[in-house]
């Protein structure tokens, strides 16, 4: 425990870093990682070989750009034992596996060093939106059962998780009784909390909110500011890397954790301009046992340009673009997140990609690419999945593909063709 607050303090100093002291920081920490997974990672030794890195490179930042940019497609398909270092260690404290968003699944498994990192950069987040220690935080969405830390035990920053794919009426239940101080939702579980009937979660008291994990459009803000009227953070991350921004009490932008993780939002191959929308690029400074060197994660954001007016030297970006995810609409006004579907989906380990397409309010299409251990009755199993998870009624189809094309910036993992309050149809004839 003292271990983390020292580091949690180093963490806070960190965030009012002179520039040239950051980018000191930036590049000792992007140097161990490149010589890390040079050394230690087939995927990247084969890379920067093929690419004609000299060794010692990067010598300065600049030298970041003759790093090769690798894709999840790429990492995918060179197979999980060419990306993770070959040092001997102790098993992974974690594995994550993505993606709601772009349906295709990468797995990634975290060492203990990894996971508490990425732990201590969401805490700063938490404590720079104003988290107190006595605060409770409720998340809801995605999420892993973990040890209870002893902090909690004790009563000091208490978190409890609602998983995305339990039932909403659960959901309501258990935050009715857990009575957040701090609320984290994702986007696409909070519209599905906003828009049950008689709003049964008007009587919540949370100090603030936190978005993440889609977009943050002005229908959804304009929702969940009629219903509890608290301020509302965006916060900004993925499974390969985690936080990779949030917003401060000014609103000015979201801080990249930039002690954390390097960002460049490139427009086709350059930087871009300030306020210029380009696809963002990830290197992970702390991440050893999975490296994400120059990672094109997809998304679409745009530098701000400008200082934050809170002190803190962190760089702003604008809220990212190309998370937007449908929700899945059913009769009867019932509408549910696609998180289900989502973990159903990523979890089953028999698919290569996945993209579901609500047709009607009764017809829902799962296009897929298998692999080759897929069979009838996985898919019988998953399809029986699926169906208890929604109302009764909704026929599922699954489509196999050769492939499913996701542009950058556009990743879509559920697809709804149903405009807002659509009548019911009937399903297709089998």
Known sequence: MTGNLVSLATLWRNRFLRPGQLEALQLKKLQAVVESARRDVPFYRDLYARAGLPPGMPRTMADLQLLPTVSKVQM???????????????????????????????????????????????FRCLLSAGMRPWHRLVTVGPGQTRPVPIHEKLGLFRTNVILGEVHPDRQVELLLKLRPDVLWCYGTELRVLLEM?????????????????????????????????????????????????????RHEGLHVNADHMLVEI??????????????????????????????????????????????STLPLIC???????????????????????????????HLDQYQVVQETLDWIRIRIVPLPTWTTGEQDRLKQQLLASIPAGVRIDFEPVERIETPPGKHRMVISKLPPDAPAGPAPPA
């Not at 994550?96 to 990894?114: K, Q």
């Not at 210029?276 to 530098?303: C, H, K, S």
């Not at 809220?319 to 089953?348: I, Q, V």
Request: net charge positive.
């Open 76 to 122: 995918r398909a060179a197979g999980l034992h060419t990306v993770v270092s070959e040092r001997p260690g102790p098993p992974p404290a974690l594995t994550f596996r993505t993606s709601g968003t772009t349906g295709i699944p990468l797995t990634i498994p975290l060492s203990a060093a990894d996971f508490r990192i990425r732990s201590l950069i969401d």
């Open 197 to 249: 009937p008689g709003h049964p979660l008007k009587t919540l008291r949370h100090r603030f909110l936190i978005v993440s994990g889609s977009l943050l459009d002005d229908r959804l803000r304009r929702m969940a500011e009629q219903e509890w009227g608290r301020e509302i953070f965006i916060s900004y991350g993925c499974m390969e890397t985690g936080r990779i921004a949030m917003e401060c009490p």
């Open 266 to 311: 490139l427009n086709n191959g350059r930087p871009a301009l300030p306020g210029e929308t380009g696809e963002v690029v990830l290197t992970a400074l702390n991440q050893f046992n999975m490296p994400f060197i120059r990672y094109r994660l997809g998304d679409l954001a745009a530098w701000t340009g400008r200082p934050c007016s809170c002190g």
């Open 319 to 349: 809220a990212p673009e190309g998370r937007n995810e449908d929700l899945l609409r059913f009769a009867g006004g019932k509408s549910r997140s696609p998180t289900s579907f989502s973990y159903a989906l990523r979890s089953s380990g």
